[in-house]
């Protein structure tokens, strides 16, 4: 392996671990807001304890969170200088917005929220765990921001030293890809926390541990997780026109499609089809289907990845073009098929809701319990989806992976940071999942009202929460 | 003054306000094992910070990113340059973050071993770490004509940046020993007080050093002796303050230090950013490291709008939890004992009335 695979297989390493985090950070985050919500205009006691409850599984989770997220801001300079110096006056400026619009709400608000229960009036304690929510978004939404310009880049010129300067900010936060590359990333997000919410809720329900306190968990995570994967799929549907529309590579290759069709077909399952086979036996053809996906057209021109990779050689220069198709081939229908899974899972849940049997329902709550890891696969598959999918470009057409790490940088370093990186995210991801786990299956504490002002006063510590 | 001179001062406002601020918050982790006789002790030095650590970190994050958006010749050249050291930087940061969440949430005085353990380990390293990369700054890296750097790991050990990591390390314990004396009341409170009293007379003698050798290595202007001076001064108050009762004056005089000491290393760099040891034709400067007008435009609206809406939202923070911190006189059996239930499972609606437990005063 070269210096440039150790790198990236470090960057993919590292931000897959960080992208467990982020969407439950987002999910749980609006879901507690939103419990705390419900607290607040009922004033009844069990909306109180489904906050704190959840609250802290949030807490815990952003700890680590917010750490690997640290690893992936420092690494774009340490292991991928060339990158940096190359787009640094566009990439560097979405990212600094989210430092000062973002994340800082996030952190600040997060720690008044924690240790402001006793301190702050119920109104403004509510507005920090809202400023959370609003801060892990717009986080997302920056990060997005910057990500969508290296899938198509906009809004910039090339100076005459060959560097990428940015000529119109508007144009980061208009481009398609963005706009439909964030609703993707909060509906995925919602996805997840609903979906912990609803195993975990469901989880106690079996053991009739307060049924009475997380029905009503399981009732909301059902309200968020119906219209939230169903939205997701439709989103994600336009997603896939808007890239095979810039992208043309990553469409093809979702399909392994080598040759140019029209119309085109879906495949569900295929055997062979890496990149050295050109020709896999596909089993069960959708007719119609890749034309509908990838255009929106029910007959549908898809360009073959032989095709368009003739193309760019002509564009840029001798070279392969063509992404990993196996990875590109399989994460696409992982990603699709659970989507469905828990899509099925949702309407189950709201048929049962309807009906008034969800907690009875053994089989849907053991079902909801064993579903808890299912969108987090979808997301890391969606993820290597997308940015497999941009390779060999680390910005579509302007600049190749191989041109963009630290040319001063060996590999004996960044194979020695990648197995210090994967011991420690290890140790940690095992501590994160047990601790997790283990507050998860916590019995909710007893009826407690809340604490009187004078009460809270006298409170010299107040950190039992938490910490 | 041009939009990237603006930008090369909120630089290096960002690092200043990173390490004033988070500058406690590494010496109250590296010593919280003193400053705690007991877990209920420890529990009070930690609890300092609990509320503000996170937003404080959120400063070198945005450091980080200001510096990539801004200057990104220089961030490239710095990060790959500092490859090791800014990877331990990052494990250091890592495990002690990850410790302070957790340390609390499991009973039992293994658990809380091995976090404060991790958390002692990272809020020395980071600091440290910190400081060396700063001093390397000042005292200059071999760098080519292409802005690349061109030595190895062994040129970031250099004396001058040694020192400064140990000035800087040196800096946030006192810092630390004043934040908490100001903070807390009790036994705490009065171990504060006798750490810093301890480290005052080192600090000082640290920072006079560091001063000395600075003015000695970067042949300053008037800014750099202006710098060094309030540097010393501001030791030396925090030396006579720390321990004699006067905590605000204390926790003041030892942040302008850590202030003028990390100030000092942007105001003697000026206009460079990265000193080249290959020759000053080679030195990475404002001028040939920044991003284009319209970028730094558009930065600076966006700076300037929300910085200030930070400054104020993160001060409220620090108002809200105004409240001095107690601990018990002694340690309590029911500090030592695991309660029947995790601390952290208590609903906090009912407080735990520990007799030992002095209650808070505003102060």
């Known amino acids: ?124 304690h509510l507005a920090t765990i809202w400023a959370v929510a609003v801060g892990s978004a717009l986080s997302a939404l920056f990060i997005m921001a910057a990500n969508s310009w290296m899938q198509h880049p906009v809004g910039y010129t090339l100076n005459s030293a060959g560097r990428a300067q940015l000529t119109d900010v508007w144009a980061l936060f208009t481009n398609p890809v963005f706009i439909w590359g964030y609703l993707q990333v909060i509906l995925a997000s919602l996805v997840v926390g609903s979906v912990v919410m609803l195993g975990v809720s469901a989880w106690h329900l079996r053991r009739l541990s307060s049924p009475d306190v997380f029905h009503r968990s399981a009732k909301i995570a059902v309200a968020v997780l119906l219209p939230a994967i169903l939205l997701a799929m439709v989103v994600g549907d336009e997603l896939g026109v808007i890239e095979a529309k810039y992208q043309p590579m990553k469409i093809a290759a979702a399909e392994a499609q080598w040759t140019t069709c029209q119309p085109c077909s879906f495949s569900m399952f295929q055997i062979g089809g890496g990149n050295g086979d050109h020709t896999p036996t596909k089993i069960i053809q959708i007719p119609h289907l890749l034309s509908l996906l990838a255009t929106n057209h029910w007959n549908g021109k898809v360009i073959g990845l032989d095709e368009l990779n003739a193309q760019y050689q002509q564009q840029y220069g001798p070279g392969n073009y063509v992404p990993n198709v196996f990875i590109q081939y399989w994460s696409m229908r992982v990603m699709a098929y659970l989507a469905v899974v828990v899509f099925l899972l949702a309407l189950w849940g709201a048929w049962l809701l309807w009906r008034r049997r969800l907690e009875r329902s053994r089989w849907f709550l053991r079902v909801a319990v064993w579903a808890i890891p299912v969108p987090f696969i979808i997301s890391i598959a969606g993820w290597m989806l997308t940015e497999n999918g941009r390779q060999p470009w680390i910005v579509q057409g302007l600049q190749l992976t191989k041109d963009a790490n630290s040319p001063t940088v060996g590999t004996a370093w960044i194979v020695t940071s990648l197995v210090v990186f994967v011991l420690l995210y290890a140790v940690m991801g095992i501590v994160d999942w047990w601790l997790m786990a283990r507050y998860a299956r916590r019995e909710l504490a007893p009826d407690e009202a809340e604490p009187a002002p004078e009460e809270a006063e006298q409170d010299s510590q107040a950190l039992e929460f938490i910490y | 003054m041009t939009l990237a001179e603006v930008w090369f001062v909120l630089i290096a406002v960002l690092w200043v306000g990173f390490l004033v601020l988070e500058g406690f918050d590494f010496g109250v982790g590296a010593l919280h094992g003193v400053l705690g006789r007991d877990e209920a002790g420890r529990e009070t030095a930690l609890g300092t910070i609990a509320p503000v650590w996170d937003g404080n970190e959120v400063w070198l994050v945005v450091a980080g990113a200001g510096m990539f958006a801004a200057f990104p010749g220089w961030y490239a050249t710095m990060f790959s340059a500092m490859y090791l050291a800014l990877i331990l930087l990052l494990v250091a940061l890592i495990l002690r973050g990850v410790a302070i969440v957790l340390r609390g949430k499991q009973e039992g005085p293994g658990w809380r071993r091995r976090w404060s353990a991790a958390l002692i380990a990272g809020s020395v390293l980071a600091p440290l770490l910190i400081g060396i990369a700063l001093g390397n700054l000042l005292r200059g890296l071999p760098i080519g004509s292409d802005q690349e750097f061109t030595g190895s ?81 501001a030791v030396l108050v925090a030396a006579v303050a720390i321990g004699r009762g006067r905590d605000g004056l204390a926790f003041g005089a030892t942040a302008v230090t850590t202030a003028a000491v990390v100030g000092s290393i942007f105001v003697n760099l000026y206009p460079r950013v990265m000193v080249s040891t290959t020759g000053p034709a080679d030195d990475l400067t404002i001028q040939n490291t920044s991003s284009a007008h319209y970028s730094l435009t558009v930065m600076t609206w966006v700076a300037g709008v929300l910085l200030p809406v930070v400054l104020i939202y993160q001060g409220w923070t620090y108002h809200v939890f105004r409240r001095r911190l107690g601990a018990p006189v002694a340690a309590t059996p029911t500090a030592q004992i695991p309660s029947p239930r995790p601390a952290a499972e208590q609903p906090a609606g009912k407080h735990r009335t520990d007799p030992g437990r002095t209650h808070a005063r505003d102060h």
């Not at chain 1, 205009?41 to 802290?56: C, H, I, M, P, Q």
């Not at chain 1, 400026?93 to 301190?119: D, K, Q, T, Y």
């Open chain 2, 153 to 233: 790991f062994w040129d970031l050990l250099q004396p001058y940046a040694l020192y400064t990591g140990l000035t800087v390390v040196v800096l946030c314990l006192l810092h630390a020993a004043a934040f908490v004396g100001l903070k807390t009341v009790g036994p705490v409170h009065d171990r504060a007080d006798r750490t810093g009293r301890m480290l005052g007379p080192l600090a000082a003698a640290v920072v006079v050093g560091f001063a000395a050798w600075t003015l000695a290595t970067a042949s300053p202007g008037a800014g750099g002796w202006i710098v060094a001076l309030v540097a010393v001064a």
């Open chain 1, 1 to 124: 392996m070269s210096t440039v695979d150790w790198a990236r297989l470090q960057f993919a390493t590292t931000s897959i671990y960080h992208f467990l985090f982020v969407p439950l950070t987002i999910g749980l985050a609006f879901l507690t807001a939103l419990l705390q919500t419900r607290w607040h205009r009922s004033g009844e006691a069990a909306y109180l304890r489904l906050t704190r409850f959840f609250g802290t599984l949030l807490v815990i989770n952003v700890a680590v969170g917010v750490v690997t997220g640290l690893v992936q801001e420092f690494q774009f300079g340490t292991n991928w200088s060339g990158y940096s110096r190359f787009v640094g006056d566009v990439f560097g400026a979405p990212l600094a917005m989210e430092g000062l619009a973002a994340f800082f709400l996030e952190s600040v608000f997060l720690g008044l929220w924690i240790f402001g229960w006793n301190r702050l009036s119920r109104r403004v």
